[in-house]
């Protein structure tokens, strides 16, 4: 079985672009979660969904958003792009939305903004 | 203050030393405990979850502490495999939905 993918696995933006990452969680899976890992510290949390909706927000501008789709599929979005924005962006799925479960992570996207 | 905080090393073992490493968390609301593992450039992995009763997989031990809000991992006979960063990791349901909240990471480096 496929684990979680996202997309794309680098890429490199100017100052004030937009980006969209792309995650898809493990099949069955029906909680998506984001996180961001700047070089040198530990995830923070990004958002949470479940059943497409928000659960959960965390410490971010709201430059950052996201959605679930039907499929349970993911996107993040990020609007005028900072160089502090340049980090690995991880996508995590669970199959529900409570403590208990297990969270799987993807390989993330590199994220470099110049 | 940090919601979890790590020592973030380096500590660099030779093989086969045994390795501890601790970690404090500071929300009392933390429902679930785990350490990650991280290898370079590469997304965290579960190493095991933690349980105040403490728990064993295979040369990993793990061990918490609600009281104290501590949170230790113990690696025996220490390969050159498990060189990697070791993330201690809190999960906390509230408001802000299922969240997992992460500490610094503790970077190990095991010699031959």
């Known amino acids: 079985d496929a684990g979680v993918t996202q997309s794309p696995t680098h890429l490199i933006k100017t100052r004030g672009q937009h980006v969209t990452l792309r995650c898809s969680p493990i099949?069955?899976?029906?909680?998506v979660s984001w996180y961001q890992q700047v070089l040198g510290q530990g995830p923070q949390f990004i958002f949470q969904?479940?059943?497409?909706?928000?659960?959960g927000r965390g410490n971010f501008p709201d430059r950052f958003s996201a959605r679930q789709f039907p499929n349970y599929s993911s996107e993040l979005n990020v609007n005028a792009l900072l160089l502090g924005d340049s980090a690995l962006y991880l996508c995590?799925?669970?199959?529900?939305?409570?403590?208990?479960?297990?969270?799987?992570f993807g390989e993330g996207s590199w994220l470099t903004v110049v | 203050r940090k919601e979890v905080e790590q020592d973030p090393g380096p500590f660099n073992v030779p093989e086969g030393a045994t390795v501890a490493f601790n970690c404090t968390y500071s929300?009392?609301?933390?429902?679930?405990f785990f350490w990650y593992r991280q290898d370079c450039r590469k997304e965290p992995k579960l190493l095991m979850s933690?349980?105040?009763s403490g728990n064993e997989d295979g040369r990993f031990t793990a061990q918490l502490n609600r009281a104290s809000q501590y949170i230790s991992l113990l690696i025996r006979d220490s390969k050159l495999s498990d060189s990697a960063t070791y993330l201690c990791?809190?999960?906390?349901?509230?408001?802000?939905?299922?969240?997992?909240?992460f500490g610094g990471g503790t970077r190990l480096m095991v010699k031959p």
């Open positions: 995590a799925s669970s199959l529900g939305g409570n403590a208990g479960n297990t969270i799987y």
């Open positions: 099949s069955g899976h029906k909680s």
């Open positions: 969904y479940y059943e497409k909706e928000e659960r």
């Open positions: 929300n009392s609301a933390s429902q679930s």
């Open positions: 933690v349980y105040s």
């Open positions: 990791v809190v999960n906390i349901l509230n408001n802000a939905g299922n969240m997992l909240t």
